[in-house]
């Protein structure tokens, strides 16, 4: 964008000097559009350039030049030093950059003009007065951490206030007072009139007429005003309203700068406010940090976010992959302000999920549930959630799921005939996306007893509903930060209705369920499934657990061949073409291998956690009541100490 050095141009002239984008300045011999030739800095022929040419009104002149088109007149030094004569003015447009010399000072004057919107003991006209008498050249901001619209508007205030006091007031006194242009500006032009003439003048033709009897200084002086202020101003227009016009749109220019600039003063407090916060939070981690203080390693914490931003940007598994093995086997980290440990390490994990399970029955849940998910069994806690497990715990006996399992023929049978019809017709189809309606239907059936046929693309509305559950949107997330970092926050805005759950399918199925336990109750059906279960263990049951479980990676079959037919063998041994019983299915031996292979190398659930509800010894650490302990699946299945090879896919093991 910016250097210095020989270029060429696009027209095959070459040049040595400054440069910026080659396609807009530079030094170098270039053609006017009128044939005439020139040497120096030029900016696309058109709108700047060092060199000969004539103004409109037929004078030359040599040296740095804006819009020639625009025109006024009087003696000038560019900001290189050359001087030139001619027409010239142009508020609305800023002069060529200033040397670097003249930078201090350019910082300096948006200080001051700053403290003019800002200072309350101050006059303002006095300090425009020092700012513009301590400079003879017009103050221009060229800082380039300025933002352009502010740094653009400071220009134009800058220059217009400068241009009216140098050549219409000739250094006589002037105030404004909170944006607004007092009368001695207006009688400062009325002074310029013959005081014999009337004010009011019918067209500008008069005004040129009245106004030559003046000394052509002045003339010019208040021609240059009407001109720089706006130049829009129409020629029928008599004089007196010209002025009101002038003064007008002076006053609003000087208002819309004030404005910018306090803006600009505002967003920099609210700057500086957020730094303080930041160091404040830093500060306060540093000394609170729990992991430094019992000397357990760990990544630092990213502010209010923790691991969260790491999470988002590699995955769960993929993060926690990383951390343990840069920190080892136990782990210190934030998930928003919240510690939690991860540990790896068997031996102490044998200890909190069994020897000392009893220290960690609660898990980590968000405040501020809403409907069902308040009375969950992975919420409830202490003995709520032993009276919950007491009941749920013979539902997933032998027995029980055997009687389940013709609800999950019945799928299995959908499922079977939905490939049969792709394999008819030759289609490609996307067997994640079977495999995931296939597990939608067997939750839903043998759950809840509700008939999704989502194989069929049946009940798309609750298809719909049960999908929203699965899909977060950025606001669910920013609210499940939220509500995993502050649980007095989270409660005020669970009681405020604010959830990261679909609160509309939520109310939905709920319904639906609540439709199917009426039923039940009154003995009007019964089913061999999960509800029909708890109905059976309780007279009443308030609320269900929805469990969900991702379909199994069929790719390692595709991938290894071998073991796939040695699956299918086994199942047309023992099975054949019979019908697939409970019984037959455990006695398949290798299935069984090649089930739990699969759930070790793709496991559905990344982490699961508990909480300490006592102070506890944790290895070499003394962690504190409440402390989460997360247990990374993925990790420990990947762990190449306890599965040699870990990435490959070895039912036999």
Same mark, same amino acid.
């Given at each position: 964008?910016?250097?210095?050095?020989?270029?060429?141009?696009?027209?095959?002239?070459? /040049?040595?000097?400054?440069?910026?984008?080659?396609?807009?300045?530079?030094? #170098?011999?270039?053609?006017?559009?009128?044939?005439?030739?020139?040497?120096?800095? /030029?900016?696309?022929?058109?709108?700047?350039?060092?060199?000969?040419?004539?103004?409109?009104?037929?004078?030359?002149?040599?040296?740095?030049?804006?819009?020639?088109?625009?025109?006024?007149?009087?003696?000038?030094?560019?900001?290189? #030093?050359?001087?030139?004569?001619?027409?010239?003015?142009?508020?609305?447009?800023?002069?060529?950059?200033?040397?670097?010399?003249?930078?201090?000072?350019?910082?300096?004057?948006?200080?001051?003009?700053?403290?003019?919107?800002?200072?309350?003991?101050?006059?303002?006209?006095?300090?425009?007065?020092?700012?513009?008498?301590?400079?003879?050249?017009?103050?221009?901001?060229?800082?380039?951490?300025?933002?352009?619209?502010?740094?653009?508007?400071?220009?134009?205030?800058?220059?217009?206030? /400068?241009?009216? /006091?140098?050549?219409?007031?000739?250094?006589?006194?002037?105030?404004?007072?909170?944006?607004?242009?007092?009368?001695?500006?207006?009688?400062?032009?009325?002074?310029?009139?013959?005081?014999?003439?009337?004010?009011?003048?019918?067209?500008?033709?008069?005004?040129?007429?009245?106004?030559?009897?003046?000394?052509?200084?002045?003339?010019?002086?208040?021609?240059?005003?009407?001109?720089?202020?706006?130049?829009?101003?129409?020629?029928?227009?008599?004089?007196?309203?010209?002025?009101?016009?002038?003064?007008?749109?002076?006053?609003?220019?000087?208002?819309?700068?004030?404005?910018?600039?306090?803006?600009?003063?505002?967003?920099?407090?609210?700057?500086?406010?957020?730094?303080?916060?930041?160091?404040?939070?830093?500060?306060?981690?540093?000394?609170?940090?729990?992991?430094?203080?019992?000397?357990?390693?760990?990544?630092?914490?990213?502010?209010?976010?923790?691991?969260?931003?790491?999470?988002?940007?590699?995955?769960?598994?993929?993060?926690?992959?990383?951390?343990?093995?840069?920190?080892?086997?136990?782990?210190?980290?934030?998930?928003?302000?919240?510690?939690?440990?991860?540990?790896?390490?068997?031996?102490?994990?044998?200890?909190?999920?069994?020897?000392?399970?009893?220290?960690?029955?609660?898990?980590?849940?968000?405040?501020?549930?809403?409907?069902?998910? =308040?009375?969950?069994?992975?919420?409830?806690?202490?003995?709520?959630?032993?009276?919950?497990?007491?009941?749920?715990?013979?539902?997933?006996?032998?027995?029980?799921?055997?009687?389940?399992?013709?609800?999950?023929?019945?799928?299995?049978?959908?499922?079977?005939?939905?490939?049969?019809?792709?394999?008819?017709?030759? =289609?490609?189809?996307?067997?994640?996306?079977?495999?995931?309606?296939?597990?939608?239907?067997?939750?839903?059936?043998?759950?809840?007893?509700?008939?999704?046929?989502?194989?069929?693309?049946?009940?798309?509305?609750?298809?719909?509903?049960?999908?929203?559950?699965?899909?977060?949107?950025?606001?669910?997330?920013?609210?499940?930060?939220?509500?995993?970092?502050?649980?007095?926050?989270?409660?005020?805005?669970?009681?405020?209705?604010?959830?990261?759950?679909?609160?509309?399918?939520?109310?939905?199925?709920?319904?639906?369920?609540?439709?199917?336990?009426?039923?039940?109750?009154?003995?009007? =059906?019964?089913?061999?499934?999960?509800?029909?279960?708890?109905?059976?263990?309780?007279?009443?049951?308030?609320?269900?657990?929805?469990?969900?479980? =991702?379909?199994?990676?069929?790719?390692?079959?595709?991938?290894?061949?071998?073991?796939?037919?040695?699956?299918?063998?086994?199942?047309?041994?023992?099975? #054949?073409?019979?019908?697939?019983?409970? &019984?037959?299915?455990?006695?398949?031996?290798?299935?069984?291998?090649?089930?739990?292979?699969?759930?070790?190398?793709?496991?559905?659930?990344?982490?699961?956690?508990?909480?300490?509800?006592?102070?506890?010894?944790?290895?070499?650490?003394?962690?504190?009541?409440?402390?989460?302990?997360?247990?990374?699946?993925?990790?420990?299945?990947?762990?190449? &100490?306890?599965?040699?090879?870990?990435?490959?896919?070895?039912?036999?093991?």
């Amino acid at each position: 964008m910016h250097g210095r050095g020989t270029k060429t141009w696009i027209n095959g002239n070459k /040049y040595v000097g400054d440069w910026f984008n080659d396609s807009i300045t530079g030094n #170098g011999t270039f053609m006017w559009p009128d044939g005439t030739k020139y040497e120096g800095q /030029y900016n696309d022929g058109k709108k700047h350039g060092h060199g000969t040419q004539k103004w409109s009104n037929g004078d030359k002149y040599t040296g740095d030049w804006v819009n020639a088109t625009i025109t006024g007149k009087g003696n000038n030094t560019w900001s290189n #030093g050359d001087e030139y004569v001619g027409d010239w003015v142009n508020a609305r447009k800023i002069l060529s950059s200033l040397p670097r010399s003249s930078t201090d000072h350019a910082v300096t004057s948006l200080k001051q003009l700053r403290n003019v919107f800002t200072s309350t003991n101050r006059s303002t006209g006095a300090i425009i007065q020092s700012i513009l008498l301590e400079e003879p050249n017009p103050p221009c901001i060229q800082c380039s951490d300025i933002e352009e619209p502010v740094r653009v508007g400071i220009n134009m205030l800058l220059f217009t206030l /400068y241009s009216l /006091y140098e050549r219409l007031i000739h250094k006589d006194k002037y105030i404004i007072v909170d944006g607004q242009v007092i009368d001695e500006i207006k009688q400062s032009l009325k002074r310029k009139l013959p005081e014999d003439d009337d004010d009011d003048y019918q067209n500008e033709s008069d005004i040129v007429k009245k106004t030559k009897k003046l000394s052509t200084t002045h003339y010019e002086h208040n021609k240059n005003f009407v001109m720089l202020v706006d130049d829009q101003i129409p020629t029928h227009t008599n004089g007196h309203h010209a002025h009101q016009k002038i003064i007008y749109k002076l006053v609003m220019t000087v208002a819309l700068q004030t404005i910018a600039i306090v803006v600009d003063s505002i967003t920099l407090t609210l700057l500086v406010l957020l730094i303080l916060i930041f160091i404040y939070y830093v500060y306060n981690l540093r000394t609170t940090n729990i992991f430094r203080r019992i000397g357990m390693s760990g990544p630092a914490p990213i502010p209010f976010l923790g691991e969260m931003f790491n999470v988002k940007r590699r995955g769960m598994y993929k993060n926690d992959m990383a951390l343990i093995k840069k920190y080892g086997k136990i782990v210190g980290i934030y998930e928003g302000t919240t510690p939690n440990i991860l540990i790896t390490d068997l031996d102490v994990l044998r200890n909190v999920l069994i020897k000392d399970s009893h220290v960690f029955i609660n898990r980590q849940t968000p405040e501020g549930g809403v409907g069902p998910f =308040e009375h969950g069994l992975t919420v409830l806690k202490d003995e709520q959630w032993k009276n919950a497990r007491s009941i749920v715990s013979p539902t997933f006996s032998s027995a029980k799921l055997k009687a389940m399992h013709s609800l999950m023929n019945d799928v299995s049978d959908m499922y079977n005939e939905c490939r049969l019809e792709y394999a008819d017709k030759q =289609e490609i189809f996307d067997i994640k996306t079977i495999n995931g309606q296939y597990t939608l239907d067997n939750i839903a059936s043998c759950l809840f007893s509700i008939e999704t046929n989502s194989l069929k693309n049946e009940n798309i509305t609750l298809i719909n509903h049960l999908k929203k559950f699965f899909n977060f949107s950025f606001v669910n997330i920013f609210l499940l930060i939220i509500f995993l970092s502050s649980a007095r926050l989270a409660n005020y805005l669970g009681k405020k209705g604010y959830t990261f759950l679909p609160m509309d399918s939520m109310e939905y199925i709920t319904n639906i369920v609540n439709q199917v336990l009426a039923r039940r109750r009154q003995r009007l =059906e019964r089913r061999n499934d999960f509800i029909q279960i708890m109905i059976d263990h309780e007279d009443e049951i308030q609320t269900t657990e929805q469990k969900d479980q =991702e379909g199994q990676q069929w790719k390692s079959l595709k991938k290894k061949p071998v073991i796939q037919e040695k699956l299918y063998q086994e199942i047309r041994q023992e099975v #054949g073409d019979e019908e697939v019983t409970y &019984e037959k299915l455990n006695q398949l031996q290798y299935l069984d291998m090649v089930i739990n292979e699969t759930l070790r190398m793709y496991p559905p659930f990344i982490r699961f956690d508990c909480a300490a509800s006592k102070d506890y010894q944790l290895g070499n650490y003394l962690i504190p009541k409440g402390m989460i302990i997360n247990t990374p699946v993925y990790p420990i299945h990947h762990d190449s &100490e306890a599965w040699p090879e870990p990435e490959k896919f070895i039912p036999e093991r």
